[in-house]
């Protein structure tokens, strides 16, 4: 799969975020081990610690369809350029990951930027 393609399905679903406090829309679109493909929105909650990220969104649509191991996660807002993972998406990312790192992809403006997940939480909680 194309990471541009990856992209234009995170900006597609980042359309469905229900975000009514924030105003904040994010999309993900996760690129699975077995080259399956999963989208989350982020959702928000008026009690604030419930509200889901869009990356913790996709990744559990891929763990209830069996799949464990991350390729890619594509990520988009359209909020913000180089919309990177928060903290705790970080290491959600960083624990599925596929044995030679997960490739997170942002926009930043019309190009596409491509981190390693290891470059972004380079030291992480693992047991």
Do not use: H
Not at 54 to 59: D, G, K, M, T, V
Not at 76 to 95: D, F, H, L, W
Not at 106 to 126: M, Q, R
């Amino acid at each position: 799969m194309d990471y541009n393609e990856l992209m234009e399905k995170a900006i597609e679903v980042s359309k469905n975020a229900y975000i009514p406090y924030s105003k904040f829309a994010v999309g993900a679109c996760v690129l699975s081990e077995n080259d399956k493909i999963y989208t989350g929105c982020n959702f928000e909650n008026s009690s604030y610690g419930l509200t889901i990220c869009a990356e913790r969104n996709a990744i559990g649509s891929m763990i209830a369809d069996g799949e464990r191991k991350i390729k890619a996660i594509a990520i988009y807002s359209p909020n913000m350029k180089n919309c990177t993972p928060c903290g705790a998406c970080r290491q959600v990312i960083r624990e599925f990951q596929v044995d030679a790192g997960a490739d997170v992809i942002t926009k930043f403006g019309d190009e596409l930027k491509t981190y390693k997940i290891n470059e972004l939480l380079p030291e992480c909680f693992i047991l």
